[in-house]
């Protein structure tokens, strides 16, 4: 897999008929190593590692209605009270962050209305804060420690 621009961590990787696996901390089992699945992986161990999020409030691949269309987010991490607080679009490291992926997350976030929208191709990683109150996104200098949330 490609190099990124996110912390390496001690991956596990393992082959079951000539396809690479990769271990999923959130939900416990492997899954096929995809360019998307290596970003998710690094990027929820930086989060975890590095900025103290805790791993028993963040859950990947969650299931969302809109408009009766079954989406689902990348990841969602949540707040001690179990409320949604940040969703996490990701893309291979080829896929360019533009408006199109804010598109994407802003959609979800018709559904969840979180506080905080995160991307990340694995190369460039992107973290926004919703102010309900002005209608508008701020860009951040950086992801927020989980306890500045």
Not at 83 to 105: A, C, G, L, S, W
Not at 106 to 123: C, F, T
Not at 132 to 138: G, L
Request: charge should be positive; glycine fraction near 2%; include cysteine.
């Amino acid at each position: 897999m490609k190099g990124l621009n996110l912390p390496s961590y001690s991956t596990k990787i393992i082959t079951r008929n000539e396809k690479e696996y990769i271990w999923d901390i959130l939900r416990q089992k492997y899954l096929v190593i995809t360019p998307e699945e290596w970003v998710r992986q690094h990027f929820v161990h930086m989060l975890i590692n590095h900025y103290e999020y805790p791993s028993g409030l963040m859950a990947n691949e969650v299931p969302l209605t809109l408009n009766q269309t079954k989406r689902r987010c990348d990841t969602v991490v949540y707040d001690k009270y179990g409320h949604p607080i940040v969703i996490i679009e990701y893309k291979r490291t080829t896929v360019e962050i533009n408006q199109k992926v804010f598109d994407q997350i802003s959609l979800y976030n018709i559904a969840l209305k979180v506080p905080y929208l995160y991307v990340s191709n694995g190369i460039r990683s992107i973290a926004c804060k919703v102010d309900y109150d002005k209608n508008e996104i701020r860009f951040l200098r950086d992801i927020p420690n989980y306890i500045d949330l």
